[in-house]
């Protein structure tokens, strides 16, 4: 019956097709492959890490933006001019504190993590894979806490009190939250030795993958969707039937599948995100209440 209720819902809110075109299994390669293909422009040029890497970004999220006027995968999720103005206040504040720990992680850096002379690229490109999966797993964690300690839940409950999903309030996120999380997952690639380049790489791709993974876009991962997460994935992570409630990460799917919380069902969806029990958090849009409310009883 759940499965009968949760389809015929979708059918009524989802414009979807029985076939799945091209263009939706290329969306995700092509996306991250044009963001990552504009950043190493930048860096062949000689700008410098930082610059290139905040230009980047803000490509990254107009592509993304892109991507879900040209792939709509629910009309309703589509943000309106007060989604956007309070995830814009969102952005600008968690910008703020996300930028502060990647600061004191990036002057740490200056003294502790090596230049590299990208000799080998195959050399490069294995140290930054590694370095993903290491700040994947510090992440994985986190947020995994996140949702099991009542104390780090009263911050981290806020970024899923929203009840639609798009690319632009994955800035519905408590500020502290973001802080503890950026400051632990950084500083993890610091102790273990990694390259600034590595490390501002695997920073970029974490930082696309957090947004993309909220897109409100049609992109099918197919195969892929077992090595990388997408949105297919983080929807069940919304999910309000907590035994859906899974997928800690952001970026791979191996941590998840290490720890027994991957959840992949190609083309479905959970048939209601947001929070089981709602009134133990402000509305989402009601910004200053949401600042105080894990300090408040």
């Known amino acids: 019956m759940k499965t009968q209720s949760m389809t015929a819902n979708l059918n009524e809110q989802i414009d979807q097709k029985n076939d799945c075109p091209v263009t939706k299994r290329l969306a995700y390669p092509l996306t991250l492959g044009l963001s990552l293909s504009?950043?190493?422009?930048?860096?062949?040029?000689?700008m410098d890490i930082d610059t290139?890497?905040?230009?980047?970004?803000?490509?990254?999220?107009?592509?993304?933006?892109?991507?879900?006027?040209?792939?709509p995968y629910?009309?309703?999720?589509?943000?309106?001019?007060?989604?956007?103005?309070?995830?814009?206040?969102?952005?600008?504040i968690n910008g703020a504190f996300d930028n502060i720990a990647k600061?004191?992680?990036?002057?740490?850096?200056?003294?502790?993590?090596?230049?590299t002379t990208i000799e080998s690229p195959w050399l490069f490109a294995?140290?930054?894979?590694?370095?993903?999966?290491?700040h994947d797993f510090f992440s994985y964690w986190w947020h995994r806490i996140g949702h099991q300690s009542k104390l780090v839940w009263r911050f981290h409950g806020i970024h899923h009190a929203p009840k639609k999903i798009f690319m632009f309030n994955n800035n519905t996120v408590h500020f502290g939250d973001l802080f503890i999380g950026s400051l632990v997952a950084g500083l993890s690639l610091l102790l273990m030795g990694f390259s600034q380049e590595a490390i501002a790489l695997t920073l970029y791709i974490a930082s696309f993958h957090s947004f993309f993974a909220h897109v409100n876009a049609d992109v099918r991962m197919g195969a892929a969707g077992y090595l990388m997460?997408?949105?297919?994935?983080?929807?069940?992570?919304?999910?309000?039937?907590?035994?859906?409630?899974?997928?800690?990460?952001?970026?791979?799917?191996?941590w998840d599948q290490v720890f027994g919380t991957f959840l992949y069902?190609?083309?479905?969806?959970p048939e209601e995100i947001g929070i089981k029990e709602p009134n133990h958090f402000p509305q989402s849009d009601k910004l200053l209440r949401n600042i105080i409310s894990p300090f408040t009883k």
């Open 52 to 71: 290139l890497f905040f230009i980047g970004f803000f490509v990254a999220l107009a592509s993304l933006a892109i991507l879900e006027q040209v792939l």
């Open 74 to 92: 629910r009309k309703d999720w589509q943000a309106n001019r007060r989604d956007w103005a309070i995830n814009g206040i969102y952005f600008l």
């Open 38 to 46: 504009f950043v190493y422009g930048l860096y062949m040029s000689g």
């Open 126 to 134: 294995g140290s930054a894979l590694l370095a993903l999966i290491t």
């Open 103 to 115: 600061l004191a992680v990036a002057s740490i850096a200056l003294f502790l993590a090596p230049a």
């Open 229 to 254: 997460m997408g949105p297919e994935h983080h929807r069940f992570h919304h999910s309000t039937d907590i035994e859906e409630a899974k997928n800690y990460s952001s970026v791979t799917a191996l």
């Open 265 to 269: 069902r190609p083309g479905e969806a």
